[in-house]
Protein backbone atom coordinates (compact mmCIF):
# COMPACT_ATOMS: atom_id res chain seq x y z
CA UNK A 1 0.00 0.00 0.00
CA UNK A 2 0.98 3.11 -0.94
CA UNK A 3 0.36 6.68 0.53
CA UNK A 4 0.57 10.40 -0.26
CA UNK A 5 0.58 12.88 2.20
CA UNK A 6 0.61 16.58 1.21
CA UNK A 7 1.50 19.59 3.29
CA UNK A 8 2.31 23.58 2.80
CA UNK A 9 -0.82 25.07 1.07
CA UNK A 10 -2.43 28.51 2.77
CA UNK A 11 -3.14 31.69 2.62
CA UNK A 12 -0.67 34.02 1.41
CA UNK A 13 -1.08 37.58 -0.40
CA UNK A 14 -0.47 38.37 -3.77
CA UNK A 15 3.29 38.23 -4.14
CA UNK A 16 4.11 36.03 -1.77
CA UNK A 17 5.59 32.42 -1.65
CA UNK A 18 4.87 28.99 -0.64
CA UNK A 19 6.02 26.04 -0.53
CA UNK A 20 4.53 22.59 -1.40
CA UNK A 21 5.66 19.35 -0.43
CA UNK A 22 4.27 15.72 -1.17
CA UNK A 23 6.04 12.82 0.38
CA UNK A 24 5.14 8.92 -0.90
CA UNK A 25 5.18 6.23 1.91
CA UNK A 26 4.81 2.44 1.84
CA UNK A 27 5.70 -0.41 -0.86
CA UNK A 28 6.90 2.23 -3.61
CA UNK A 29 9.33 0.45 -5.07
CA UNK A 30 9.74 2.88 -7.78
CA UNK A 31 8.95 6.45 -9.00
CA UNK A 32 9.03 7.66 -12.31
CA UNK A 33 7.41 10.93 -13.11
CA UNK A 34 5.88 13.17 -10.31
CA UNK A 35 3.91 15.76 -10.80
CA UNK A 36 1.82 18.52 -9.18
CA UNK A 37 -1.88 19.72 -10.57
CA UNK A 38 -4.42 22.16 -9.34
CA UNK A 39 -8.01 22.73 -9.27
CA UNK A 40 -10.16 26.05 -9.29
CA UNK A 41 -13.55 26.11 -8.51
CA UNK A 42 -15.52 25.55 -11.65
CA UNK A 43 -12.81 24.57 -13.89
CA UNK A 44 -11.53 21.39 -14.88
CA UNK A 45 -8.19 20.23 -13.00
CA UNK A 46 -4.98 21.12 -15.28
CA UNK A 47 -1.62 20.03 -15.34
CA UNK A 48 1.01 22.73 -13.13
CA UNK A 49 4.13 20.84 -13.32
CA UNK A 50 6.27 17.54 -13.86
CA UNK A 51 9.51 15.75 -13.43
CA UNK A 52 10.79 12.71 -14.39
CA UNK A 53 13.40 10.40 -12.70
CA UNK A 54 15.95 11.90 -14.64
CA UNK A 55 15.25 15.77 -13.77
CA UNK A 56 13.46 16.83 -16.79
CA UNK A 57 10.79 19.01 -15.91
CA UNK A 58 7.47 20.64 -18.02
CA UNK A 59 5.74 23.59 -16.67
CA UNK A 60 2.41 25.38 -17.75
CA UNK A 61 2.72 28.53 -19.49
CA UNK A 62 1.15 30.39 -16.55
CA UNK A 63 3.71 29.32 -14.21
CA UNK A 64 6.91 29.07 -15.81
CA UNK A 65 9.42 31.56 -14.24
CA UNK A 66 7.65 31.70 -11.39
CA UNK A 67 7.09 28.04 -10.28
CA UNK A 68 9.93 25.48 -9.80
CA UNK A 69 9.25 21.54 -9.22
CA UNK A 70 12.15 19.12 -7.77
CA UNK A 71 12.53 16.00 -6.01
CA UNK A 72 14.40 14.51 -3.46
CA UNK A 73 14.56 10.72 -4.64
CA UNK A 74 15.83 9.56 -1.16
CA UNK A 75 13.11 10.72 0.25
CA UNK A 76 10.28 10.15 -2.22
CA UNK A 77 9.19 13.61 -2.30
CA UNK A 78 8.04 15.83 -4.91
CA UNK A 79 8.24 20.05 -4.12
CA UNK A 80 6.68 23.17 -6.19
CA UNK A 81 8.30 25.94 -4.77
CA UNK A 82 5.85 28.77 -6.09
CA UNK A 83 6.97 32.38 -6.24
CA UNK A 84 5.41 35.70 -7.35
CA UNK A 85 1.70 34.24 -6.48
CA UNK A 86 -0.97 35.56 -8.18
CA UNK A 87 -4.64 35.14 -7.23
CA UNK A 88 -5.53 33.16 -10.37
CA UNK A 89 -3.25 30.59 -8.82
CA UNK A 90 -5.33 29.89 -6.19
CA UNK A 91 -6.76 26.47 -6.17
CA UNK A 92 -6.50 23.59 -4.60
CA UNK A 93 -2.93 21.58 -5.68
CA UNK A 94 -2.84 17.77 -5.94
CA UNK A 95 0.20 16.08 -6.07
CA UNK A 96 0.51 12.79 -8.76
CA UNK A 97 3.21 10.26 -9.09
CA UNK A 98 3.57 7.08 -11.52
CA UNK A 99 4.22 3.77 -9.84
CA UNK A 100 5.14 1.29 -12.26
CA UNK A 101 5.58 -1.66 -10.16
CA UNK A 102 1.69 -1.02 -9.40
CA UNK A 103 0.80 -0.09 -12.92
CA UNK A 104 -1.12 2.71 -11.34
CA UNK A 105 -0.72 6.69 -10.52
CA UNK A 106 -1.66 7.98 -7.16
CA UNK A 107 -2.92 11.49 -6.11
CA UNK A 108 -2.49 12.83 -3.04
CA UNK A 109 -5.40 14.47 -0.84
CA UNK A 110 -5.06 18.10 -2.39
CA UNK A 111 -3.83 21.36 -0.26
CA UNK A 112 -5.57 24.59 -0.03
CA UNK A 113 -3.53 27.52 -1.88
CA UNK A 114 -5.11 30.99 -1.58
CA UNK A 115 -3.56 34.05 -2.84
CA UNK A 116 -5.22 37.46 -2.54
CA UNK A 117 -5.02 40.71 -3.90
Known amino acids: QVQLVESGGGLVQAGGSLRLSCAAS????????MGWYRQAPGKQRELVAT???????NYADSVKGRFTISRDNAKNTVYLQMNSLKPEDTAVYYC???????????WGQGTQVTVSS
Open 96 to 106: NIDLPYYSSSL
Open 26 to 33: GSIFSITS
Open 51 to 57: ITSTGNT
